[in-house]
């Protein structure tokens, strides 16, 4: 059984930074393309980053490029989430996935979330 466990959220104040990491179990990590998703109450999950399960390939969503990247380490089963210039409105739950694109559809095994707090 798959397991990922997302980690590394918190509350930061507007312009900060913070790495989220999702360390994966239960399977072979290096064979699988990874996302990550997020979601505001009431809302729907949107995506924000995927990466290919090499690395070598990463795509984003556009109101996101230039601020977010997304990485992996194949050593430890774990992806990251690198998130620069944080704005109030990235105040969210974070998610990470099993998958490849940019529609959940994609993706089938999904982490507990960690939250994101940016103040103003």
């Known amino acids: 059984q798959v397991q990922l466990v997302e980690s590394g959220g918190g509350l930061v104040q507007a312009g900060g930074s913070l790495r989220l990491s999702c360390a994966a179990s239960?399977?072979?990590?290096?064979?699988?393309?990874m996302g990550w998703f997020s979601q505001a109450p009431g809302k729907e999950r949107e995506f924000v980053a995927t990466?290919?399960?090499?690395?070598?390939?990463?795509s984003y969503a556009d109101t996101l490029k230039g601020r977010f990247t997304i990485s992996r380490d194949n050593a430890k089963n774990t992806v990251y989430l690198q998130m620069n210039s944080l704005k109030p409105e990235d105040t969210t739950v974070y998610y990470c996935?099993?998958?490849?694109?940019?529609?959940?559809?994609?993706?089938?095994?999904w982490g507990q979330g960690t939250q994101v707090t940016v103040s103003s």
């Open positions: 990466i290919w399960w090499s690395g070598s390939s990463t």
């Open positions: 239960g399977g072979t990590f290096s064979r699988y393309s």
């Open positions: 996935a099993i998958g490849s694109g940019s529609s959940i559809r994609g993706y089938d095994y």
